[in-house]
């Protein structure tokens, strides 16, 4: 069984952060350490929440905690998502390092979350900037979305063709894989979910369903795909195949709330269909 070292936010009511990636990871059976940035009644996009922001020193003295009883060297891999202060940062990159030294062969997948003002996702003061300044050239596999592919790379990104430029550039800093989460406006096909996977063997595009919701549209979906595709690359599958079962699984995910009329992601309702997906969208090497 593998395990995986989880650093992202937590919300008591609905789905975000290690709400929305802890228990698809556990079902795809990998064994997930949840460590929370913050602890929320619920998500930010709400527009009014309560809770706390973890201190920092608490994601150093967790990651010691679990070294002390000879255990962190059974770590496969860190994802970090929502930070909750940029002083956070430097603590989860230490802990990365720790759990490198004690197995080489851990992976880091950072999910780089820096808010969508459009949408009501607030995020610190400086977590953008440590995020494109430093996590990035750590990061094994990093996943944006459009807001975050543009950040990072300080590029417009405002069509397809500006898109694969960026994701080269991100490519060129460090990661070995980057997951575009979504490319909004900026795809191939403005009426689809476009989605882009890009390592050192290429360029892949998949496409799916865009479902429309009434009023606002569910979060946590990035944090929900993050987790399937490095539970699916744990699970020893290629990362096309990998890319594929994540895409097909959110699909359902996002059928299943839509279905339901809920805001927020029906997860436990979709359980099933995250272990084997009724969606059949395939992945195409574009370059």
């Known amino acids: 069984m593998k395990n995986v070292l989880s650093i992202q936010s937590h919300v008591v009511y609905g789905y975000a952060g290690n709400k929305a990636a802890v228990f698809p990871m556990q079902l795809l059976g990998i064994d997930t350490w949840a460590l ?162 890009a390592n050192q063997d290429g360029i892949y595009h998949i496409s799916r369903p865009l479902h429309e919701f009434v009023g606002r549209d569910p979060v946590g979906v990035g944090d929900l795909t993050s987790g399937l595709f490095l539970a699916n690359l744990l699970n020893g599958k290629s990362d096309l195949d990998a890319f594929e079962h994540t895409a097909n699984a959110v699909n359902d995910v996002m059928s299943i709330t839509q279905q339901s009329g809920k805001y927020e992601l029906q997860i436990i309702k979709a359980r099933n269909l995250i272990v084997n997906p009724e969606s059949r969208y395939q992945a195409v090497k574009i370059g």
């Open 36 to 197: 929370n940035t913050v602890q929320f009644s619920n998500h930010t996009q709400y527009g009014k929440w309560k809770g706390m922001v973890i201190p920092k020193e608490q994601i150093g003295e967790i990651a010691q905690g679990i070294a002390e009883i000879d255990a962190l060297h059974e770590c496969d891999a860190v994802l970090s998502g929502y930070i909750g202060a940029a002083e956070q940062g430097a603590e989860i990159l230490a802990v990365v390092a720790k759990i490198k030294a004690l197995n080489p062969n851990a992976i880091y997948f950072c999910d780089p979350v820096m808010g969508h003002p459009d949408k009501g996702c607030i995020v610190a003061p400086g977590v953008a900037e440590f995020l494109r300044d430093e996590a990035m050239a750590q990061a094994d596999i990093i996943a944006p979305n459009l807001v975050e592919l543009r950040e990072l790379t300080g590029l417009p990104v405002e069509n397809f063709e500006q898109a694969i430029e960026a994701i080269n550039v991100i490519l060129s800093k460090g990661p070995k894989r980057v997951l575009v989460k979504h490319l909004s406006r900026v795809g191939k096909d403005l009426s689809q979910f476009e989605m882009v996977l």
